[in-house]
């Protein structure tokens, strides 16, 4: 007797793609109130992960 083992669900998306906008144009609107914050490069390569993540 042999047991069959169910292949796992496939994985699903948990953003759609507007999420990415509206998280880059909030990333956006934090970095120019925080210009001078020495922390707004990590806030500005996020802005460009979620663009190029919209992209797909």
């Given at each position: ?51 190029s993540a919209t992209r797909r």
């Amino acid at each position: 007797m042999t047991m069959m083992t169910a292949e796992p669900a496939r994985a699903r998306a948990v953003l759609s793609n507007q999420d990415f906008k509206l998280l880059q144009e909030a990333v956006l609107y934090y970095m120019r109130a925080h210009e001078d914050d020495p922390v707004s490069s990590t806030y500005s390569n996020l802005y460009h992960r979620l663009g190029s993540a919209t992209r797909r």
